[in-house]
């Protein structure tokens, strides 16, 4: 309620603030005109600027003097020049760039920041570019954050190599993660799906945090991450990755995009790790990372039509994993192995039609997925098969004219998932047919999205989630963002948890299956400055997470049994996160952050604080590019407070005395020459080479009741050297659009 009230008095007391929102199109010698992505629009007085996104939109803050002039140019195209006036600011631009194809290309450059928040998006969206994701060897997803302060990355346990992120200090299962808006790493993903994206295939990351819209679904309750994949008719024309590090892993990527026709592009990715070497570099007998292979690959074709587009495709995926102990360690009977095979294959669709009436379309995005994952942890053995299914419907309008935009839409998701652990089964037909509506305003100085979806659970009946999200520019340079809304999903405890079977503690499975429900409130504020006439920024935010319901996974209650229990009412998650961005020369970028986490359940029969939830963490980057862009250099220093370490049992029969985590710090640095269309890179990980000593407990006993590969809180390898090479050929440019 008292969010509603503040938005409602923002919405009549804020004075009117100017800006423009506009769309850039191209037109060719045959007449034909398509949005224009990656134009440059600039204010030649106050300096600001912006580039077209994928539809050719951008959208700007006016200055408090005007009038200004706007010029607009992208290359192969005739510069535009316009007058920027007062009256501008309650209108939408349409601005038409003619082919140019007598002068020779004029190219003008506009740096951008490899990390941003969208000034225009009502949600808090942080965006990761790609060339933000350069700065880091980004072999694959769960690699892409390392550079990033909103998103935690932890290791599972010590024999698996398994990691699993985390947002606002929850667990990943409760942040939405979707591939082009369409649902990824759910069901049986949720475990070893972060390794089946190479991260050479991503274009472009947006973190959202809070409840995100409900066109995407009902799942976010701590966040979406949005994956945005390379574009068949914008990526290159020839794309190759070589890596290998001195841990043995090699990993070659290769991509390619290109136009069949002058309606139909292509785009194959391809991604191939290995690490063949047995690695053990505490002496404990156990392989440091599992050995193995991991193979993916996607195929995708996009049509431009003129009343209509699609794309489809699909994604493989195919990951080997083999750990445990030392294969030629000289063991007493049976040799404790961790045999892991995941297995995926999806195929996908869009589909986008174009109406008559101006501002009206329809979009229909389907996916059909077959997963599989069989797991050996010693005698303890998961296995998993997930049949998929989903379908969302939208149809965007408007109310009057472009200040009042509404979606409305249909959506299915049909789940078929079995599950074994030990003697434990969970076989689940879900079925969810939902629908939604989308309200969207948009003011010189307010925006307002508020939406409300209702779900229909064939085994658990109706349930709704309302979300709002506001969003008040107090001055030019300043941003108010707040936001509101209930999530919920339905938990799979064994493959959401499967690490947990890296020790021999019995699961007691909870005594039936609830939806867990959340609420999430909070808000962001963001602050634009210019320090020696260097543009910087400042960014707070805070979330408030509440669950109706959650299903607890209790490791304190017992040191013989891991105890599942449904949990209402009392669970919480606050974080709170401060940022700030310095460029103090023109080739150099600061970036600061502190994070607090304050996660709390009961545990033990006492509400506290979540084991291996650090509740401080600081985070600190530096970003070097030489003038001539030849050099580029890149250090990342994350540091970790204190977590809440979980009781177990020690050989000897004692409890362990000391229950929480040391504060350390990782240094992360690489360093790359660019050369022509080569680049080489070389870099290091953890290179203060801090290693967290006996992550096993009883590793000389891994059949005992004491063995525990799960009490893991830092790296468990000391430091890590790697090197690349990355070669690249160019999409040509008269081939990125329709001739």
């Given at each position: 309620m008292k969010l509603i009230l503040f938005i409602i008095c923002a919405l009549w007391f804020g004075a009117a603030h100017?800006?423009?929102?506009?769309?850039v199109v191209g037109q060719n010698a045959d007449g034909k005109k398509e949005p224009l992505y990656g134009a440059k629009v600039h204010l030649i007085k106050s300096?600001?600027?912006?580039?077209?996104?994928?539809?050719?939109?951008f959208e700007l803050i006016?200055?408090?003097?005007?009038?200004?002039?706007?010029?607009?140019?992208a290359s192969g195209y005739y510069n535009d020049t316009i007058v920027v006036t007062r009256e501008d600011r309650f209108t939408g631009m349409a601005i038409t760039l003619f082919s140019d194809v007598i002068l020779p290309d004029v190219i003008v450059e506009y740096r951008k920041s490899s990390k941003n928040i969208s000034r225009m998006k009502v949600l808090h969206v942080e965006e990761i570019t790609e060339q933000e994701l350069r700065k880091a060897a980004c072999c694959n997803l769960s690699e892409s954050f390392e550079t990033n302060?909103?998103?935690?990355v932890n290791v599972t346990d010590a024999v698996s190599g398994a990691k699993k992120i985390q947002m606002m200090g929850l667990d990943g299962v409760y942040t939405q993660i979707q591939m082009e808006n369409i649902p990824y790493l759910r069901g049986l993903e949720s475990s070893f799906g972060l390794g089946s994206i190479p991260g050479t295939w991503i274009q472009s990351i947006q973190i959202t945090k809070g409840t995100g819209n409900v066109v995407n679904g009902y799942e976010s309750m701590a966040g979406l991450i949005n994956l945005e994949i390379k574009k068949s008719q914008q990526m290159e024309r020839l794309y190759l990755n070589l890596y290998v590090n001195r841990m043995g892993r090699n990993e070659l990527n290769f991509n390619s995009g290109f136009r069949?026709?002058?309606?139909?592009?292509?785009?194959?990715l391809a991604h191939y790790s290995s690490i063949p070497l047995e690695m053990d570099g505490n002496g404990d007998g156990f392989i440091d990372m599992p050995t193995g292979l991991n193979f993916s690959v996607m195929n995708r074709y996009k049509y431009e039509g003129e009343k209509m587009e699609a794309q489809f495709g699909f994604n493989a995926h195919a990951d080997n994993k083999i750990?445990?102990?030392?294969?030629?360690?000289?063991v007493i009977g049976d040799r404790y192995v961790v045999d892991i095979q995941s297995r995926h294959i999806d195929v996908f669709a869009k589909t986008g039609f174009f109406m008559k009436k101006p501002y009206n379309s329809i979009g229909v995005v389907y996916n059909l997925k077959y997963q599989t994952v069989d797991a050996g942890f010693g005698p303890r053995v998961f296995q998993g098969e997930e049949k998929r299914g989903y379908v969302n419907a939208i149809f965007d309008g408007i109310f009057g004219n472009t200040d009042h935009k509404y979606k409305v839409g249909v959506s299915g998701v049909y789940s078929d998932i079995s599950q074994q652990v030990d003697s434990l089964t969970q076989n689940r037909l879900e079925i969810v047919p939902g629908t939604f509506f989308e309200y969207t305003m948009t003011t010189s100085r307010h925006s307002l999205v508020a939406g409300i979806r209702g779900d229909y659970h064939n085994l658990y009946g109706f349930q709704y989630a309302p979300r709002v999200h506001y969003k008040y520019a107090l001055t030019e340079y300043s941003d108010l963002r707040a936001t509101g809304g209930k999530g919920w999903r339905v938990p799979n405890f064994m493959i959401?948890?499967?690490s947990l079977l890296a020790n021999n503690q019995a699961w007691i499975a909870p005594t039936e299956t609830l939806p867990e429900v959340s609420w999430n409130f909070g808000g962001s504020f963001v602050q634009r400055f210019k320090l020696f006439k260097r543009r910087g920024s400042i960014v707070f935010d805070y979330y408030h997470t509440l669950f109706e319901n959650q299903l607890i996974v209790d490791r304190d209650l017992s040191t013989s049994s891991i105890t599942f229990s449904n949990f209402q009412g009392g669970s919480y998650s606050n974080s709170f996160q401060a940022e700030l961005t310095l460029r103090p020369f023109k080739t150099i970028e600061l970036r600061f952050a502190y994070k607090y986490l304050d996660v709390r359940a009961e545990y033990g029969g006492i509400v506290q604080q979540q084991v291996m939830v650090p509740k401080h963490r600081g985070f600190a980057n530096l970003g070097h590019v030489s003038r001539n862009k030849r050099w580029e250099f890149d250090i990342t220093t994350s540091i970790f407070g204190q977590a809440r370490l979980p009781e177990v049992m020690l050989p000897d029969g004692s409890v362990t005395q000391v229950n929480e985590s040391e504060v350390f710090a990782i240094v992360n640095a690489q360093i790359t020459h660019v050369y022509k269309k080569w680049d080489f890179y070389l870099g290091g990980e953890n290179l203060g080479n801090y290693r967290q000593d006996n992550p096993i407990i009883d590793a000389a006993n891994p059949f005992s009741n004491t063995f525990n590969a799960n009490r893991v809180w830092a790296p468990i390898f000391g430091m890590n050297i790697y090197a690349g090479i990355r070669f690249s050929i160019e999409q040509p440019e008269n081939l990125k659009k329709n001739k």
């Amino acid at each position: 309620m008292k969010l509603i009230l503040f938005i409602i008095c923002a919405l009549w007391f804020g004075a009117a603030h100017g800006q423009i929102k506009g769309v850039v199109v191209g037109q060719n010698a045959d007449g034909k005109k398509e949005p224009l992505y990656g134009a440059k629009v600039h204010l030649i007085k106050s300096g600001r600027g912006d580039i077209t996104n994928e539809n050719g939109e951008f959208e700007l803050i006016l200055p408090k003097e005007l009038p200004d002039t706007m010029v607009v140019w992208a290359s192969g195209y005739y510069n535009d020049t316009i007058v920027v006036t007062r009256e501008d600011r309650f209108t939408g631009m349409a601005i038409t760039l003619f082919s140019d194809v007598i002068l020779p290309d004029v190219i003008v450059e506009y740096r951008k920041s490899s990390k941003n928040i969208s000034r225009m998006k009502v949600l808090h969206v942080e965006e990761i570019t790609e060339q933000e994701l350069r700065k880091a060897a980004c072999c694959n997803l769960s690699e892409s954050f390392e550079t990033n302060a909103s998103v935690d990355v932890n290791v599972t346990d010590a024999v698996s190599g398994a990691k699993k992120i985390q947002m606002m200090g929850l667990d990943g299962v409760y942040t939405q993660i979707q591939m082009e808006n369409i649902p990824y790493l759910r069901g049986l993903e949720s475990s070893f799906g972060l390794g089946s994206i190479p991260g050479t295939w991503i274009q472009s990351i947006q973190i959202t945090k809070g409840t995100g819209n409900v066109v995407n679904g009902y799942e976010s309750m701590a966040g979406l991450i949005n994956l945005e994949i390379k574009k068949s008719q914008q990526m290159e024309r020839l794309y190759l990755n070589l890596y290998v590090n001195r841990m043995g892993r090699n990993e070659l990527n290769f991509n390619s995009g290109f136009r069949l026709n002058e309606k139909w592009s292509s785009g194959w990715l391809a991604h191939y790790s290995s690490i063949p070497l047995e690695m053990d570099g505490n002496g404990d007998g156990f392989i440091d990372m599992p050995t193995g292979l991991n193979f993916s690959v996607m195929n995708r074709y996009k049509y431009e039509g003129e009343k209509m587009e699609a794309q489809f495709g699909f994604n493989a995926h195919a990951d080997n994993k083999i750990g445990g102990q030392l294969s030629r360690l000289d063991v007493i009977g049976d040799r404790y192995v961790v045999d892991i095979q995941s297995r995926h294959i999806d195929v996908f669709a869009k589909t986008g039609f174009f109406m008559k009436k101006p501002y009206n379309s329809i979009g229909v995005v389907y996916n059909l997925k077959y997963q599989t994952v069989d797991a050996g942890f010693g005698p303890r053995v998961f296995q998993g098969e997930e049949k998929r299914g989903y379908v969302n419907a939208i149809f965007d309008g408007i109310f009057g004219n472009t200040d009042h935009k509404y979606k409305v839409g249909v959506s299915g998701v049909y789940s078929d998932i079995s599950q074994q652990v030990d003697s434990l089964t969970q076989n689940r037909l879900e079925i969810v047919p939902g629908t939604f509506f989308e309200y969207t305003m948009t003011t010189s100085r307010h925006s307002l999205v508020a939406g409300i979806r209702g779900d229909y659970h064939n085994l658990y009946g109706f349930q709704y989630a309302p979300r709002v999200h506001y969003k008040y520019a107090l001055t030019e340079y300043s941003d108010l963002r707040a936001t509101g809304g209930k999530g919920w999903r339905v938990p799979n405890f064994m493959i959401d948890n499967v690490s947990l079977l890296a020790n021999n503690q019995a699961w007691i499975a909870p005594t039936e299956t609830l939806p867990e429900v959340s609420w999430n409130f909070g808000g962001s504020f963001v602050q634009r400055f210019k320090l020696f006439k260097r543009r910087g920024s400042i960014v707070f935010d805070y979330y408030h997470t509440l669950f109706e319901n959650q299903l607890i996974v209790d490791r304190d209650l017992s040191t013989s049994s891991i105890t599942f229990s449904n949990f209402q009412g009392g669970s919480y998650s606050n974080s709170f996160q401060a940022e700030l961005t310095l460029r103090p020369f023109k080739t150099i970028e600061l970036r600061f952050a502190y994070k607090y986490l304050d996660v709390r359940a009961e545990y033990g029969g006492i509400v506290q604080q979540q084991v291996m939830v650090p509740k401080h963490r600081g985070f600190a980057n530096l970003g070097h590019v030489s003038r001539n862009k030849r050099w580029e250099f890149d250090i990342t220093t994350s540091i970790f407070g204190q977590a809440r370490l979980p009781e177990v049992m020690l050989p000897d029969g004692s409890v362990t005395q000391v229950n929480e985590s040391e504060v350390f710090a990782i240094v992360n640095a690489q360093i790359t020459h660019v050369y022509k269309k080569w680049d080489f890179y070389l870099g290091g990980e953890n290179l203060g080479n801090y290693r967290q000593d006996n992550p096993i407990i009883d590793a000389a006993n891994p059949f005992s009741n004491t063995f525990n590969a799960n009490r893991v809180w830092a790296p468990i390898f000391g430091m890590n050297i790697y090197a690349g090479i990355r070669f690249s050929i160019e999409q040509p440019e008269n081939l990125k659009k329709n001739k």
